[in-house]
Each structure stands twice: as C-alpha cells, then as structure tokens.
C-alpha cells in the first residue's frame, strides 16, 4: 500500500462537519478491526471516540494521540492530491497523515508483549466549544500510561511546550448616528479595531521565553452594525490569545477588560504544555528522532495548542510529535509523503526501545 493510500481516503471525508466526523470515524474503526486491532467507540457532546490497545497486558504503556476533526476548508480540499513528496488536502498537515501513519504503527506493534499501546483518536480538538473534552474522557476512563504523543505537526521535532489558550469575546460600545453623518457619532467597528490594537500593545504581548518568540494573538470573529445607512454602536470581536508559559492567563485577562469601552467574555481557556525535556521517554525519542535531525533542533515550542494537555494534567508526560509538511489551516495544506514513511518508523522504533531503555517506576495497568 502506498504510503500515501490511507491518509488520503482519511482527508476525504469532511470531517469539519458532524456527517463528515461518523463517516471517517466508522472507516477507522473498521480498517482496525479488520486487520484484528478491537476498538472501543464512545459518544461525547454528539461526536465519537475511539480507542483500542495492543501489545503487552501490562507494563511500560504509551498512548498514541490523535485527532479526525479538521478546521472549514473548500470542497476541493476534501479531494486530495499528489503533487511530487506533497500530499495536499485539508487535514494533511492536521492531522490526518499523522494519525494515519499512528494507525499503521499500532498495526505494526500489535503483536509484540514488551510495551502496551493506546491508540486514540478523538473528533473535538479543532472544537472552540468550552468545557470538557473527549481527551479528558478517555483519560478519565483509564486510557492513559507512562507517556503519550499526540501527532499534531511539529516537522518530526519534539514539541515540548505549546502556548495556552485564552479565547475572549469582546462587546465594544459606541453612540449610534446617520451614515451621512459619522461624526456625530462612535463607530464601535472602528473601536474594535483600535481594541485589538491596544490588546497588542499591552506589556504580556511583548514578553518572550526560551522557546517562543512572544504570545500570538488573532481576530478570529467580528460581527457589528445593522444598518448600512447608520454609524453602528455595537461590535462584537473575538479575540484569541495564545500565551506562553510561565504567563498568567488572570491577568491578561483583566488588563484586556481594563481598556476603555469593553466588555469581557471569556470563551475558552487552556493550560499551556510543558513536559521536562529530561524525561527518559523524551530523551528516548529524541534519541530515535536525532537519527535524521540535527540535535539542536530536536525540541521545539509549539505555537498552537493540544490535547496533550489532557494527559499532562493527569500528571502523564505528554509531547507533540509529527511528520513534515506546511500550510495548515490554510489553503493549500500539505504534508511531506515521506516524512509519514520516517514519522511511522520513528514511532515505532520509540516502542520497541521503550522496553529495554526504561524501567519506570509507576506503570499504569489501564
């Protein structure tokens, strides 16, 4: 089978819808259970999860992450394409060739008793919607282990850390006047733009650590006016703020309701990821990722945000870890053919050293 075969059957269900999601969730379950791998499939907030479990009965347990749901993209996007090393469709990047490569990985693994392996794939992570996830569910349920890798795209480097989340929507208040005559009133839209400016020019949005240059911060949303003909006196802006760690989310929070003219609403909010680059299962990895990467850029700081943190908060050292590629969320999405041929390798090669290099002192039995 080409390398290539799986990730793009995964990328052509629209899994930005709920339709889409079943769809591509039932292919999954069904390529696994006929190739002999039992799959467990739970519901949560509408949306299913799946989990399955090979190798040893108990011992020195890895947890495999993945995500099927993808950001909106065109109608094109869906149908994948080849163009040279490329594979290009929405989801190939993010991260539908990672966890098609973790799919056939846990095939590979099945049938050695040395290290036991989760294999998850959750349909919420893309999901903008507060409260819990179904990373936190399956945690929950005992999926977890002494190390986990979730497949998010880091170009095969180790990511470490990952900023947190802080999603915002703002209500910026102005004085309603004629369309001919905008002096007479406060047009909120200009408003919220001149808020999104001071936002950034706030003192955290300057602050830099080791891995990360400075916070991220983005209009996803903005919604004002209801008449052409009228100066608007409402605006509604989201605002999403990706902050480092070490930062404290309070009190972005509260210098950001301190501007003038604005209401705060908070709609998200998530941990950054920090694992200990010295954790024996990190520097395994490394050690099997250094074979074709420099050392000095093994470890990386991820600017986006994961389900890691899920299994970070139930105190299992958690990294992202995935192949080669570009442009997610973007137009022309893509992912390097053969790093998937290197990222399933590498994988694989990690759980068969887990074993014979690590002796952990906690095992889980889930």
Partial sequence: MRESSLPERLISYDTSTLEGIRAAAEFVT???EARDVEVAGAVHNGRPLLAATVGAEQGPTVVLHGHLDVVPGR??????RVEGDRLVGR???DMKGALAAMMSATLDIA?????RVHFLCV???ES????ERASDLLVQRGYRGDFAITGEPTELRIGVQAKGVLAVRLEVSGRA???STPWLGDNAILKAVDTFQSIRALPFARESSELFDRPSINVGRILGGDALNKVPDRCA???DVRYLPGQDPGEILAAIAALPDVAVTELVRREPAIVDGRDPFVRTLAEVVAESMPPDRVSVGRDGASDAVSFLAAGVPAVEFGPQGGGHHGPDEWVSISSLDRYRTALVEFLRLVPERLRPARLHVA
């Fill in 75 to 80: 109608p094109e996007q869906f149908h994948p």
């Fill in 237 to 239: 802006m989201d605002v």
């Fill in 177 to 179: 006047a004629h369309g």
């Fill in 128 to 131: 903008d919607e507060s409260g």
């Fill in 30 to 32: 069904g390529w696994l």
């Fill in 91 to 93: 989801g190939a990047y």
């Fill in 123 to 125: 349909c919420d992570e």
């Fill in 111 to 115: 049938e050695q008793r040395a290290v």
